[in-house]
């Protein structure tokens, strides 16, 4: 048997719950010690009206705390049978419905989210011209002196690992060629890639990642802008403007540097390299890099910006989704390397035979 009750000035209750003969039975008693404060509509008189209900009734348990305002205790009654789900009574809960996807899966899937709006406000011309042109001379005038060097050095150092080997074989005439190749199909767009990725896609992941957290991005949405317009669209179109003719610029000096070691330390002259790179270039090479460079340019603002409108946990999260950016970014340069090698280099070639 459970009972619990409940004074106030103007009511008095009791319940009761009695089990016997494998029944729930339970009472309410109600006692009104002053009647006349009550409107004449109640039923209520001095003495108390009990009211049964049958019925099963759920186990309950009775907390009584001391008041220290009246020193009257105070009880209440708690269900054992909490609704954890937050479903309703007797409905059971949807399937996966406290299921959450992984965080790498919802970042993947924002990526792919966020490069078809691109590709749509592209298409509708909904582009701010002005942030755009911001980007444009951020990623490609303030980059070209890193990457020049990077790749200065890159072609040197490529020079002194193969050109030794030409010149013992007797093949002087072949250097010009393998290397026009080499830069043009690889070396330039893949090394221009990698030094964008860590300057450029880190800054997009950082920046946007700090609106992210502070809330401005949801400022822009009260004011009436998109986001995707105003902040992704932009570094997306100017990466892809950009990397092109960084790669471009890349590939010239990468060649010019490569000449002028081998002509200095192994006595190849540089008419016989410009000669020979001239025979074994054909124009497919140097659209095959411009189109690399751009699916690449696509791939590092892309998933920059999305891990940086996607940033969670404040400061320490702004560093994780900065570092993830650019992990990521550098992995998707390479696998998009691979597939885009197979597509436009298949088979045998015949390039060097005319260097011969």
């Not at 029944?23 to 003495?47: H, I, L, Y």
């Not at 049958?54 to 054992?80: C, E, Q, W």
């Not at 092109?244 to 070691?261: D, N, Q, V």
Request: hydrophobic share 45%; charged share 15%.
């Amino acid at each position: 048997m459970q009972t619990s009750s409940y004074s106030h000035p103007l009511i008095c209750f009791s319940c009761r719950n009695i089990s016997a003969n494998g029944k729930n039975k339970f009472t309410v008693k109600f006692c009104a010690p002053f009647p006349s404060q009550w409107d004449r509509k109640c039923e209520f008189s001095g003495r108390p009206q009990v009211y049964n209900f049958p019925g099963p009734i759920k186990p309950k348990r009775l907390f009584v705390l001391h008041n220290t305002d009246d020193s009257h205790p105070s009880a209440s009654t708690v269900a054992d049978e909490m609704n954890t789900n937050h479903a309703p009574n007797g409905a059971s809960p949807a399937f996966l419905s406290n299921w959450s996807p992984p965080r790498y899966l919802w970042r993947g899937l924002s990526v792919l989210i966020l490069a078809g709006q691109v590709i749509v406000k592209t298409l509708k011309g909904k582009i701010h011209w002005r942030n755009t042109l911001q980007q444009l001379e951020r990623v490609g005038p303030r980059s070209v002196g890193v990457c020049l060097l990077t790749s200065a050095f890159v072609g040197m150092a490529f020079t002194i690992q193969f050109v030794r080997e030409f010149t013992r074989l007797g093949l002087n005439r072949s250097v010009g060629g393998v290397l026009a190749l080499a830069f043009s199909r690889e070396l330039s767009p893949v090394v221009t890639a990698i030094v964008v990725a860590g300057r450029i896609g880190s800054a997009f992941a950082a920046e946007l990642g700090t609106m992210q957290v502070s809330e401005q991005t949801d400022t822009l949405r009260v004011l009436g802008s998109d986001p995707v317009d105003y902040l992704v669209t932009p570094r997306v179109i100017a990466t892809c403007i950009a990397l092109p003719l960084l790669t471009l610029l890349c590939f010239t000096l990468g060649m010019a540097s490569s000449a002028i070691l081998a002509d200095g330390v192994y006595g190849v002259s540089i008419n016989i390299i410009l000669d020979s790179a001239q025979r074994a270039l054909r124009s497919w090479d140097i659209i095959s890099a411009m189109i690399k460079s751009q699916v690449f340019g696509a791939i590092i603002s892309i998933v920059s910006c999305a891990w940086g409108v996607t940033t969670l946990g404040g400061a320490k999260g702004v560093g994780e989704s900065t570092t993830s950016a650019v992990v990521i970014s550098l992995v998707g340069i390479f696998i998009a390397d691979f597939a885009l090698s197979c597509c436009f280099f298949q088979g045998a070639g015949d390039q060097l035979k005319n260097c011969i």
